[in-house]
Each structure stands twice: as structure tokens, then as C-alpha cells.
């Protein structure tokens, strides 16, 4: 029971990718100090809580961990930067295999309520509770490229210059590696003249909608598929409410949920 649950959350083929991106453990010379301990194990105890949405001290004794340890080594491998390189080594390998689609990106975003922490704010359409907000830059088939978090109260339209740089540079099937879209598309909430000047200057071609003059829906056939992004997203349970004090490890869950929304798609490639 334990090891199919643990190979169905963590195939051998995602662990191949992540393993080589996780700090070494360094024993002390002089002894004492953290015993290592099973790393795929932790790695999959992390993955579960995504996905499951539990608490950590309700971790299951049957991964071999205790909830303490998973803990500290997920805050330690979110500082290590490990799920923002995992992102970007799935990427590498759907472009590698030409399944990214350049011909534009979709921006969007979404709110969650949010008991305490950073980044967080009072969500103006829920009555002014507490929220944090998930902002979304996926490509043109909608698997996420970019994600970032910020208070429920910031408005969309400021997350959208941070986004488009956060597209990581990856590999192509041929040529250099890749990072820019050619269009980008966005709802009314986005528009403004000094993002059309910035997009122009960047030679990226703007396709938002027009307030008074144009309804969002000019994203037409494509908002579909930014909104399906997001919906996969909130299918690992851990971000539909948020629990975490600091607003880096609720960003790091997005993170790890934005590689692995990616690897199911690679895996679809490498099947």
C-alpha cells in the first residue's frame, strides 16, 4: 500500500529529475548534528501534503518520516530554491520535445483565504477577510510558466511586469533556449498605456482587453485555457486554503504545484 501511493506521487522518472537539484547532506566531522534520512521518502511526504492539503502533523507513519523532519527539510530545500530549478527542469524537458507553445502567454489570477502570515491582505471581494492572491503566466496550451503570490488587496494589474521576466529561459528542440512569448493576453484588469508601452518595448505583442470599449472576453477561446490552469493548480488541496505563516512556503507549494501540473504533461511526452 505504502509503495504504490509513493510511486504513484513520486514516479521513478519525476524523482530521476528532482534528485540531482536537492542540497547534499554533509555529515559533521566531529559526529552529532542531523542523521540523514531517506530523501526520496521526504520528498514524497512534502508532495502528499500538497496534494492531500493535511496539516503536517498529521503525516502518515507510513512514509517513514516524522512530520518534524518533513518539515524542516521542506523550509530547507524552499530556501535551497529547489521547487523554482524543478519547475524549470520540467520545462526544459516539455521544450526539449517541442511541447511548449511560444505563440503567446496568458495571465491571470486568483484569490485564496489565508488564516495569518505574509503577504496577505484583506480580499476585497470577500467581504475584506483575510487572502493571499495566486497570480498565474501560462503558455498558450495553459501549462504555467511563471507563478507568483501577493496579498488578496494587490491589484492584478501590478503583478504583471514581475511575471513576464519570471519566465525561465529554457530549452528548445532546436536553437537557443527560450523565454518569450510572442503575444501576451490578459483581461481588462491588466490594460493600461504604460503596460502597452512596456509589452511594444519588449517587441511582445499585446492582446488586452479595452475597458469601456471591449468586455474581457476578448480573450475569447483562449481564456479557457488560463482558467484551466488554475483550476489545476487549486486541485492540490494545500492551496485552496492557506495555512502557512511565511509567505515564501505558501510560494513554494504553488511552486512545486506548477512542476508537477508540467511533469504530467512530460510524462503524457515520455510514455
Known sequence: MRVDLSRRLVPNELWELTAPLLPRFASRPQGGGTAPVDERALFTAVVYVLTSGCAWRFLPESFGVSPATAHRRFAAWTEAGVWRRLHRAVLDGLG???????????????????????????NPVDRGKKGSKLHVLSGAQGLPLAVAVSGAN????????????????????????????????????????EHLRWLRSRNLVARIARPGIESSERLGRHSWKIERSISWLFGYRRLTVRYERKGSRFLAFLGLAAALTCYKRLAKLTT
Not at 511560444?102 to 495569518?116: G, L, M, N, P, Y
Open 154 to 193: 494587490l491589484h492584478d494589474s501590478q503583478a504583471f511586469k514581475p511575471l513576464i521576466p519570471g519566465i525561465p529561459a529554457v530549452r528548445s528542440r532546436r536553437g537557443p533556449h527560450r523565454r518569450k512569448p510572442v503575444k501576451v493576453r490578459a483581461d481588462k484588469a491588466y490594460y493600461s498605456s
Open 96 to 122: 526539449a520535445g517541442g511541447e511548449l507553445d511560444w505563440t503567446s502567454a496568458i495571465v491571470d489570477a486568483a484569490s485564496v483565504r489565508a488564516k495569518r502570515g505574509s503577504l496577505t491582505g484583506p
